[in-house]
């Protein structure tokens, strides 16, 4: 008596098959009677696994080890040779807003962000994903002899379909964000350039929750000439606004960046630096540069 499980499939058949040939190689080193068969129905390629019971194993056990060994290839096989597929069907699915050129972008955002690893005391995502798929293959193959991979990963694989849509939409979401905040650099830039320089230079103090202080050259402070009577604004807008626009609009050939607190966002000095791009420099530590809380 056999025990035997056949696989079909349409797509990838020779890295399906080489995978199932490589696990039944490994049971045949254990000692264990396998073979692989291949025949074609249509444009399906049928790979049948068979373990033959002579290999004296307890009663269920050989389908057991078949069951798991074919299960083991498959997840491999999904991960590594469909999953591209699947989040470039998602990815016309869920952005279809988004020119071809911007669809592309967004699918290779989404296939790096699968190989990330979210802590290094946990399994990589790329684990995480495949042992859901092998358990997934398992339960399915403990009562079917008989599994047709297309159809297995379009409706046995819903979970993981979502879990790759949710991945596509917060990339198209980061994505979105990240153009319109290009766009809005480049627009800054063009006032920038449209005035041309004001000032040699400006030195900017920033503080806790983004306040800041002006000064030139000299030291001496530019934030009471360049406010006047509206310095009661800082108190009700955005900091890092304000400073942006009054950087614009002194447009100076450099400026030199003092961080007197730790509590000052990257976000504010990021944008400082890409409107002001080759022109920004940090200070290493001066006077300026003042311990506040």
């Given at each position: 008596?056999t025990?035997?499980?056949?696989?079909a499939?349409?797509?990838?058949?020779?890295?399906?098959?080489q995978?199932?040939?490589?696990?039944?190689?490994?049971?045949?080193?254990?000692?264990?009677?396998?073979?692989?068969?291949?025949?074609?129905?249509?444009?399906?390629?049928?790979?049948?696994?068979?373990i033959?019971?002579r290999?004296?194993?307890?009663?269920?056990?050989?389908q057991l080890?078949l069951?798991?060994?074919?299960a083991?290839a498959?997840?491999?096989v999904?991960?590594?040779?469909?999953q591209e597929?699947?989040?470039?069907?998602?990815v016309?699915?869920?952005c279809?807003?988004?020119?071809?050129?911007e669809?592309?972008?967004i699918?290779?955002?989404?296939?790096?962000?699968l190989?990330?690893?979210?802590?290094?005391?946990?399994?990589?995502?790329?684990?995480?994903?495949?042992?859901?798929?092998l358990?997934?293959l398992?339960?399915?193959?403990?009562?079917?002899?008989?599994l047709?991979?297309?159809?297995?990963i379009?409706?046995?694989l819903?979970?993981?379909?979502e879990?790759?849509r949710e991945l596509?939409?917060?990339?198209?979401d980061?994505y979105?964000v990240e153009?319109?905040?290009q766009e809005?650099?480049?627009?800054l830039?063009?006032?920038?350039?449209?005035q041309?320089?004001?000032?040699?230079?400006v030195?900017?103090?920033?503080?806790?929750?983004?306040?800041?202080?002006?000064?030139?050259?000299?030291?001496?402070?530019?934030?009471?000439?360049?406010?006047?009577?509206?310095?009661?604004l800082?108190?009700e807008?955005?900091?890092?606004?304000i400073l942006?626009?009054?950087?614009?609009?002194?447009?100076?050939?450099?400026?030199?960046?003092?961080?007197?607190?730790?509590?000052?966002?990257p976000?504010?000095?990021?944008?400082?630096?890409?409107?002001?791009?080759?022109?920004?420099?940090f200070?290493?530590?001066?006077?300026?540069?003042?311990p506040?809380?």
């Amino acid at each position: 008596m056999t025990h035997s499980i056949s696989i079909a499939t349409a797509e990838h058949p020779a890295a399906v098959r080489q995978r199932l040939a490589e696990e039944l190689l490994q049971l045949k080193r254990e000692g264990l009677d396998v073979n692989l068969s291949e025949t074609h129905r249509g444009n399906l390629t049928l790979l049948g696994c068979d373990i033959s019971s002579r290999t004296r194993l307890p009663p269920g056990e050989a389908q057991l080890i078949l069951r798991y060994f074919i299960a083991n290839a498959l997840a491999d096989v999904i991960v590594n040779h469909w999953q591209e597929n699947l989040v470039r069907e998602l990815v016309r699915e869920e952005c279809r807003h988004f020119t071809a050129e911007e669809r592309k972008e967004i699918t290779d955002i989404v296939l790096k962000r699968l190989d990330e690893t979210w802590d290094a005391n946990q399994p990589t995502p790329y684990l995480q994903r495949r042992n859901q798929i092998l358990k997934k293959l398992v339960e399915y193959l403990e009562t079917s002899h008989f599994l047709v991979l297309e159809g297995f990963i379009r409706f046995r694989l819903g979970e993981y379909r979502e879990e790759l849509r949710e991945l596509v939409n917060r990339a198209a979401d980061d994505y979105a964000v990240e153009k319109e905040y290009q766009e809005f650099i480049r627009l800054l830039r063009y006032f920038v350039d449209l005035q041309g320089p004001q000032l040699p230079e400006v030195q900017v103090v920033l503080s806790a929750g983004d306040r800041f202080e002006l000064f030139d050259a000299e030291n001496r402070a530019l934030c009471n000439e360049g406010f006047g009577d509206r310095s009661y604004l800082l108190e009700e807008l955005n900091h890092g606004d304000i400073l942006i626009s009054t950087l614009i609009a002194l447009s100076p050939t450099h400026i030199t960046l003092h961080q007197a607190s730790s509590q000052v966002s990257p976000e504010l000095t990021d944008t400082i630096k890409d409107v002001f791009a080759g022109r920004v420099d940090f200070c290493p530590g001066c006077p300026l540069c003042r311990p506040q809380s």
